[in-house]
């Protein structure tokens, strides 16, 4: 199979709570490929997506499908299905990523210090006794928490918890956007985002910080919103944690198998110390996403960055 790509497609949208998120993204990345000189199309992510992507005789597709339906696992064991190659980790990779209680667990085995945390179902927390779960949880990890969902992304159900009263409807606010809630110990720190790329060998890009005073950390709109928001890169910190938060992310992207591309999102302490947030295997392309502006700090312009990724998945393919 010859590494020459005919035609390729950018895979977005999709059904989640993300999906203009995802568009943004996949039409960031039809922008960017075509710049970089290649015949892209942007599909989305419906029900007639497989059929279009084999009668229109795409060679390799990336995937900007943000959320469950394009992190999970399952639009990468469709595309495996009909052997369509893709940029991105493969299926038990990306389920391991996705739910952020496993993560985590991998990520303390691995001896890479994250925040200590209960996990608890909305089934669980109806049936068994709520006040008392919640006098546990604030008696176990300490006020404040961090509430959000299991399996979510983009800040979505997040909540910060300073009173143990707040606590049920945090809870209740959760379950809504997932079945599972993760109630995190909150760290003091900067929290900063690192885009990994799989060359020969992952590789960190510079990592970033954000800032949006005025809003909540956990605002959806802010977080998206380029008005709203500053971001740093590389992030404000001392040389010994920017490296330690590189090979921070680094470890992660191993650890989980994961492929291509990541993001890893972490709290920076006062020691240095970078604390695992969650992963990431479909990294955002929006104005206030990291991976176009740390790949444009070291001199890779975001086209030819996917357009190597996509080469590089055609050739897997066919080897």
């Known amino acids: 199979m ?9 895979i977005a949208g999709g059904l989640s709570n993300e999906r203009e998120v995802s568009m943004r993204s996949g039409r960031r990345a039809l922008y960017a490929l075509g710049q970089a000189g290649l015949d892209a199309a942007l599909y989305d992510a419906d029900e007639s997506l497989l059929d279009r992507l084999v009668s229109d005789h795409i060679d390799a597709a990336y995937i900007a499908v943000h959320g469950a339906s394009g992190e999970d696992g399952s639009l990468q064991t469709a ?7 893709y940029v991105g980790s493969p299926p038990g990779a990306c389920h391991l990523a996705w739910d952020k209680v496993v993560s985590k667990e991998l990520m303390s085995r691995a001896d890479l210090a994250t925040p200590a945390w209960v996990a608890i ?15 546990s949880i604030a008696e176990k990890l300490g006020l404040p928490v961090v509430v959000k969902p299991a399996t979510s992304g983009s800040t979505l159900g997040m909540s910060l918890v300073e009173d143990a009263a707040d606590l049920p ?11 599972v809630a993760l109630i995190e110990q909150y760290v003091v720190g900067r929290t900063i985002e690192v885009v ?13 910080a954000f800032d949006n005073p005025g809003t909540s950390p956990f605002s959806f709109e802010a977080r998206y919103a380029a008005d709203l928001i500053t971001i740093s890169l590389p992030a404000p910190l001392p040389d010994a944690a920017l490296d330690a938060s590189a090979r921070a992310a680094e470890l992660a992207h191993r650890v989980l198998g994961l492929r291509d591309l990541s ?3 972490l709290i920076v302490d006062e020691a240095g110390t970078p604390w695992f947030l969650e992963a990431s295997t479909s990294p955002g392309l929006t104005e206030t996403s990291v991976l176009p502006l740390a790949a444009a700090e070291v001199g890779r312009p975001l086209g030819h960055l996917l357009a190597d990724l996509l080469r ?8």
Do not use: N, W, Y
């Not at 990994?196 to 970033?208: I, N, Q, S």
């Open 312 to 319: 590089k998945a055609h050739q897997r393919a066919g080897a």
């Open 263 to 265: 993001r890893t999102d």
């Open 196 to 208: 990994v790329v799989e060359d020969e060998v992952p590789t960190a890009l510079p990592p970033a």
């Open 2 to 10: 010859t590494t020459e790509l005919e035609r390729v497609a950018v």
């Open 121 to 135: 179902s909305s089934r669980s927390f109806r049936e068994l006794a709520p006040p008392q779960i919640v006098r």
């Open 79 to 85: 595309l495996e299905l009909i052997g369509m190659p």
């Open 169 to 179: 409807s945090a809870l209740v606010r959760c379950f809504t956007f997932g079945e």
